[in-house]
């Protein structure tokens, strides 16, 4: 079984994995259960992407060597929807609406 810390950071719960692994919950007021087994520690790459000034276009390097998920969020957590191309295994081009700034999550 995977031993796992959780702990609240402004207002998001943060639950790490014994890893370093984070997996961020950004829901103010919201009760999460999470139920189940965590087993079979996941090797898994990921990598998070911060954007400081605002850009409607995005281009990521994140070195993961495949085409992962992306999400993204703004400079106040809310997630943005864009388009995702991926350049190779190895680079994201993100295109936004309209600038902003904020954080890619690569998984």
Do not use: C
């Not at 996941?42 to 992962?68: C, E, G, I, M, R």
């Not at 400079?75 to 890619?104: H, I, K, M, R």
């Amino acid at each position: 079984m995977t031993s796992v810390v959780v702990r609240d950071v402004q207002n998001k719960l943060v639950v790490n994995d014994i890893d370093g692994t984070a997996v961020v919950a950004k829901e103010k007021g919201t009760t999460i259960v999470v139920t189940g087994v965590i087993g079979g520690v996941s090797q898994d790459a990921h990598f998070v992407y911060t954007q400081s000034s605002p850009s409607a276009q995005w281009v990521v390097t994140h070195n993961l060597a495949k085409y992962p998920s992306v999400t993204v969020v703004d400079s106040a957590d809310n997630v943005v929807y864009g388009e995702v191309l991926y350049d190779s295994l190895n680079q994201v081009t993100l295109t936004f609406a309209g600038a902003f700034s904020g954080e890619a999550f690569f998984n």
